[in-house]
């Protein structure tokens, strides 16, 4: 079965600071790989996408991703953390044997602090 | 772009009401959508896919005569909340699939309350 492992629930940097939010996931192949944000009563957003191209993927708002097969791990990445980007960060796998489900880590809550 | 809306945002009823929420495809036609439950500080978890034109397919412990969906049409999914209860509170969203994308779009989200 997939799964998607987020290694921190909780992350705090300071304004101008480096991002680096962590994601890990179980597949025998290679997945359709997501991270989107969430903002407190609001929908999903989709900050980035790999699809077997490029393994460093580039995203909305600075944000960055390199996959890396050998690890298994699609982490997220941004060089200076500005206060907007507080929020829940969700990573997301889209197998390709189960084309039809979307698998979510459980959240990483990314606090900015001033 | 492909933007998915959802409606009501929030909404209050009754204890033994239903309630119905809309999840609308605005530039797109979407076959396939999804309905999710979050609860506070959790991550979503999926009740059902629902299919356009015909049954959803409901998760394992999701009571589909509790929770029904339709899908009538490439642009329309609902979900409605049959006699609720406080314990179906709760942030519902939806999401779409857009041909030849692999990504989900996401609806803003319900926040449902029955008092």
């Known amino acids: 079965a997939q799964s998607v492992t987020q290694l921190d629930s909780h992350v705090s940097v300071s304004e101008g600071t480096p991002v680096l939010l962590r994601c890990n996931y179980s597949?025998?192949?290679?997945?359709?790989l997501f991270w989107y944000v969430q903002h407190p009563n609001k929908g999903l957003q989709l900050l980035l996408k790999?699809?077997?191209?490029?393994?460093l993927v580039k995203g909305i708002n600075g944000f960055e991703a390199e996959f890396k097969k050998s690890e298994t791990s699609f982490h997220l990445t941004k060089p200076s953390a500005h206060m907007s980007d507080a929020a829940e960060y969700f990573c997301?796998?889209?197998?390709?044997?189960?084309?039809?489900?979307?698998?979510f880590g459980s959240g990483t809550k990314l606090n900015v602090k001033p | 772009g492909a933007v998915v809306s959802q409606h009501p945002s929030r909404v209050i009823c009754k204890s033994g009401t239903s309630v119905k929420i809309e999840c609308r495809s605005l530039?797109?036609?979407?076959?396939?959508m999804f309905w999710y439950r979050q609860f506070p500080k959790k991550s979503l978890m999926l009740m059902a896919t629902?299919?356009?034109?015909?049954?959803?397919?409901?998760e394992q412990g999701v009571e589909k005569d509790k929770f029904l969906i339709n899908h009538a049409s490439l642009t329309l999914s609902t979900l409605t909340v049959t006699s609720a209860h406080p314990e179906d509170s709760s942030f519902y969203i939806c999401?779409?699939?857009?041909?030849?994308?692999?990504?989900?779009?996401f609806g803003q989200g319900t926040r449902l309350t029955v008092v």
């Open positions: 597949s025998s192949y290679s997945p359709s």
């Open positions: 530039d797109f036609q979407a076959t396939t």
């Open positions: 790999y699809t077997s191209a490029a393994t």
């Open positions: 629902s299919n356009e034109g015909s049954k959803a397919t409901y």
């Open positions: 999401s779409a699939e857009r041909t030849g994308l692999p990504e989900a779009f």
């Open positions: 997301v796998v889209r197998p390709l044997y189960n084309f039809n489900k979307f698998y």
